[in-house]
């Protein structure tokens, strides 16, 4: 029964897709876009940092009477303990099979999601100086652990953080990660795009 309890407490089921409902979506650069989902707002998501969860989308046809799915893998960028809602952060590419798939959804779509999947199981104060290196929407695992990191007071973790993007235009979150880094001492974020980290190792800055 304890156990049952637990689990009704989550709103994330590792055996079993779940519907959750698009709450909102805002665009965070030219092809890149954050998804809100919403679920029953007395339940957390039930994801330990750091994890990912899977979405899956009946995208193609019927294959012998059976529903086809595309499946792929994507990273909460919200605090785990948040209540009611989870955020996704994705990079809609022209082609890509589920990232159009999100880009058509409209508020009050479903999306069926199962999780959580466990990347690296991160304790306070594990190590003492982390050092991170990220491109692109590969910023998102990155985000999940230092956000976890600097919201507990109690972990005195150092952590560094490289991120690097094709362009200017492609930089995401970049208030985000200078306000995290303004308000932290233990966080430093340098962001650069490619050209300037290459110069940048070839001795020219
Ligand atoms: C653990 C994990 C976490 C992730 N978290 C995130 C996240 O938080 N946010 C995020 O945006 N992404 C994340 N990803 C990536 C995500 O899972 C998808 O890979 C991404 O969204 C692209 O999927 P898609 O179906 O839209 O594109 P796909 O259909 O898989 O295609 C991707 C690109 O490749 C091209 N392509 C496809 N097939 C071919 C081919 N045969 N030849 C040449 N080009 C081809 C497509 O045109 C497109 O440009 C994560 C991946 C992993 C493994």
């Not at 199962?114 to 590969?138: D, F």
């Not at 974020?189 to 020219?204: A, E, F, K, T």
């Amino acid at each position: 029964e304890k156990g049952e309890d637990a689990a009704a407490k989550v709103a994330l089921n590792p055996e079993k897709w779940l519907e959750f409902k698009l709450q909102e979506k805002a665009t965070v650069s030219h092809d890149s876009e954050l998804f809100r989902f919403s679920f029953d707002p007395s339940t957390k998501l039930g994801l330990d940092v750091a994890s990912c969860l899977v979405t899956r989308a009946p995208i193609g046809q019927e294959v012998e009477g059976k529903r086809k799915y595309v499946i792929r893998p994507y990273t909460p960028i919200s605090d785990p303990d948040s209540k009611g809602y989870f955020d996704l952060l994705i990079k809609v590419y022209p082609e890509g099979k589920m990232s159009q798939h999100f880009a058509n959804l409209k508020p009050g779509d479903v999306l069926e999601v199962k999780g959580p999947i466990e990347k690296l199981r991160y304790s306070p104060n594990m190590k003492r100086q982390i050092g991170m290196v990220a491109g692109g929407t590969g910023i998102t695992p990155m985000l999940q652990v230092v956000r976890a990191i600097l919201k507990n007071p109690d972990d005195n973790t150092q952590v560094s953080l490289i991120y690097a993007n094709v362009s200017p235009d492609d930089i995401l979150l970049k208030k985000e990660l200078d306000r995290l880094a303004s308000s932290y001492p233990n966080f430093k974020v340098s962001i650069g795009v490619l050209l300037g980290l290459l110069s940048c190792h070839m001795g020219d800055c």
